[in-house]
């Protein structure tokens, strides 16, 4: 999604700008710019097309600067249009927008302005031109209405005047050593300048974009505004103690990040979503390595006073996460014995329910900036929940500081947009939750503790077994690339893993899918099997197994073709209509994270098949920081 880069220097700054972009590309963008004060003037380069292109065109345009901020937009308010691409410049009264002569203010805009019409009436009564459908611009217009000499203070004055999501970064062609920044709602953070006698400051929407450039981070914090300048930066809060007007200075600290560059390497595999498939077995290893045995500590100091506090579990999430989150809730409810809900992040927040204050809150995410799980986590704090928890796989995000307890996943970047080791690391921290949680309320005997340990460590050959099934997978793919529809059909904790095979098939290879709990079928979904659908099932050998059969012989009873990943003793077997794989011996409980793999190279080479591309599906971010 969105991404901001912004420099301060005496250097020129726009290869630093590019850099930062070209690490933020793989969240997902649709256009992107970058603009410098250049020769007393603001100057700007913007592109619809990818970061490559922009930096071609910047080195064409001679686009020079020792201030400048940068921008990849993921389009919200108005097209993916060269007009409507970040950075916005002010048109003010008597400026004629349309010339080469801009106005006085740059600024680019992460988040959502709720009043951007009303403010944009306002403004346009004032003489302000708006050349965009953005509801960015409204606030490029605000400030260089409020501006009176003192970017800071105009930047201040303005965003009290700002109602929904933002991160900014501004400057002023009439200040030509200085850029601001304010965030409420979404991500932003300082770069303390680390070269030999360094006088330079920067700001980017996540620490990665400044790899190579600064390790000494200030992760800003809801309603800062900071002020960078050569060789000095002041920060100041809207939410502060000690008011001065609306704002006070805050001091913040400095962290030494050790930012991932972001630029893996392929390596021999052909997209990034591959790769990380093909990961899965290193990364749940990592994600449990140390793991010798169960406590609760492993979720941060005061997690058993927490656990022996609660009375039931509240897990909110989005997508993928939110499908890990719905697998937990099996193992939670059978194995620790403690009442689960599972909520869309995006629901939860905006509707009446009954808060219980020995709940733990476990919230779920990839990035860990996902807006609506961290509004939802928020919601629930308000609500008197304290007891937070997050599992997540990037340990400087917003919401790992936003919550008391956390598990970090050790996934490493995951930059297709479609989350997979992710999914099967958050399955692993999650695994080890329930047991935690299971212990502290005396339903995990020592035998059961070590059965469950030594499963586990298992993981990572039980995994390379499973990817060993890709050649057989490659073959089905190749049939489902010429369907427009496909059914998936799980039962039990296997119900969510057909809705995450369902979800990565629709998201990268486009083809319409949808996910049934098997039992549910013939309470409608049946009207759809018809030999043309694709019925994909997920069939381990559980207690559910019988139940299941039956399921798949009303698919078969209706001429619809099975397609069907079955453990090696459920003697469901291939026969016209019925195509089996069959997957490699493993234990019970921690089947999901072994049955969704298959889903997952399914929806890849159905994908590739396709032609689509993969790792930067349509429509879609990596990182989802707008509600
Ligand atoms: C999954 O393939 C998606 N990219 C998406 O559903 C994702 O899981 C969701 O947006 C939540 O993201 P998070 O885990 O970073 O919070």
Known sequence: MCGIVGAVSQRNIVPILIEGLKRLEYRGYDSCG??????????RSRSTSRVAELDTLVAADRVEGFTGIAHTRWATHGAPAVHNAHPHFSHGPGEDAYTARPGRIALVHNGIIENHDELRAELRAKGYVFTSQTDTEVIAHLIDQLYDGDLFDAVKRATLQLKGAYAIAVFCRDEPHRVVGAREGSPLVLGVGTMEGATENFLASDAMALAGVTDQIIYLEEGDVVDLQLGKYWIESAHGAEVRGRYARVERPVRTVQAHTGAAELGPYRHYMQKEIF??????????????SITPELFGDGAYAVFKDIEQVLILACG?????????????????KIPTS???????????????PKTLVVTISQSGETADTIAALKHARALGMPHTLTICNVATSAMVRECKLAYITHAGVEIGVASTKAFTTQLAGLFLLTLALAQVRGHLTDEQEAAHVKAMRHLPVALQAVLALEPQVIAWAEEFARKENALFLGRGLHYPIALEGALKLKEISYIHAEAYPAGELKHGPLAL???AMPVVTVAPNDTLLEKLKSNLQEVRA???ELFVFA??????????GIHVIRMPEHYGPLSPILHVVPLQLLAYHTACA????VDKPRNLAKSVTVE
């Open 34 to 43: 970058v603009a410098v004060h250049q020769a007393g003037e603001l100057r």
């Open 279 to 292: 990961e899965q077995p290193r990364a749940v290893g990592d994600t449990l390595s140390g793991v010798e």
């Open 320 to 336: 993928t996460s939110y499908y890990a989150g719905s697998t937990a809730k099996y193992w939670l409810e059978s194995i620790a």
């Open 342 to 356: 599972v909520e869309i992040a995006s629901e939860y927040r905006y509707r009446d329910s009954v808060p219980h």
């Open 529 to 531: 099997v018809t030999a």
């Open 558 to 560: 209706r001429g619809g």
């Open 567 to 576: 453990d090696a003793d459920t003697h469901i077997e291939s026969e016209p």
């Open 610 to 613: 396709r032609g689509t591309d």
